[in-house]
């Protein structure tokens, strides 16, 4: 790991995850990262590819060490492998973002990895064993992995239905780091950090996240995530009022259900009064 990190994303470490990462990427173990959505499971991964492979945000760009790709139920195999594109009279193809990472020796980040179709999910496989390869059916290529190469997952379990969990075949080829969302203390701290709103009304914020989880007890399974209460503390920065930010930001964003909705007011009325 690189000796100093100034330069990477803010991300503020609650657990081990820190150096487990890096081990696993010391030793190219593909990873898995579980928790709820909003929790900074991709502030992560990115500040992890810029502590491990390029400190200077501008060599980050130029050698495309990080490779997202956010996927949904219409993201086919194809899509991340490449396909052949039109040129003039002939064909010619063209690597997809997984090709690219496997060539180069990027770290590939595949967010939310069960929304994607269940073909995309085998395709992966040949790349979380010793094997490292990764084959291209319509030009019959095996593309040995680079040796910087790294494969990063992430899914919700909690969000998922059971249709589109993810398959223990696939689940038990990765090391598995669980996220959650951050105790207020700490979650006041990345609000603060991230929206340069001051501390009291981080602090109101993320009390105001730890209320709304504790509706889950009581049938409201969303939650809130820190995304949004960030959200909501950058309105505020920006001089909208505290109840009009939270309304906009958090409950407006969270439900329909008018029930819900009041439930939330009430709450939002006792931290922001």
């Not at 992560?44 to 949904?72: K, Q, Y």
């Not at 039109?86 to 010619?92: A, N, P, Y």
């Not at 060539?103 to 790349?127: F, M, P, Q, W």
């Not at 019959?140 to 379990?157: C, K, R, T, W």
Request: a negative charge; aromatic letters at 6%.
């Amino acid at each position: 790991m690189k000796d100093t990190d100034d330069s990477a994303p803010f991300y503020l470490p609650l657990g081990d995850e820190i150096p487990v990462f890096a081990a696993a990427y010391d030793s190219r173990l593909p990873v898995l990262l579980k928790g709820p959505t909003g929790c900074g499971k991709t502030r992560f991964i990115e500040h992890m590819a810029h502590r491990l492979l390029a400190p200077d945000a501008n060599a980050m760009a130029s050698t495309g060490a990080l490779v997202t790709v956010s996927c949904h139920e219409d993201l086919t195999a194809t899509d991340l492998v490449g396909r052949y594109l039109l040129d003039r009279d002939s064909t010619v193809w063209q690597d997809g973002p997984l090709t690219r990472a496997v060539r180069n020796g990027a770290i590939c980040y595949l967010d939310e990895i069960v929304e994607a179709r269940k073909d995309t999910t085998v395709l992966i496989h040949s790349l979380t064993d010793h094997r490292r390869v990764l084959p291209i059916d319509k030009t019959g290529e095996m593309v040995q992995a680079h040796e910087d190469f790294l494969l990063v997952i992430s899914y919700n379990p909690g969000y998922q239905s059971v249709l589109k969990d993810l398959k223990p075949s696939t689940r038990q080829r990765f090391v598995s780091l669980v996220f959650d969302y951050p105790p207020p203390e700490q979650e006041a701290v990345i609000i603060e950090k991230e929206c340069g709103i001051d501390a009291a009304n981080a602090e109101r914020l993320a009390l105001l996240g730890q209320k709304v989880r504790n509706l889950r007890d009581h049938g409201f399974e969303e939650g809130v995530s820190t995304r949004l209460l960030i959200y909501a503390g950058s309105l505020i920065q920006r001089s909208i009022p505290a109840r009009a930010a939270i309304d906009k930001a958090v409950i407006q964003s969270l439900t329909d259900d008018g029930e819900i909705k009041t439930a939330l007011a009430s709450i939002a009325d006792v931290v922001f009064p």
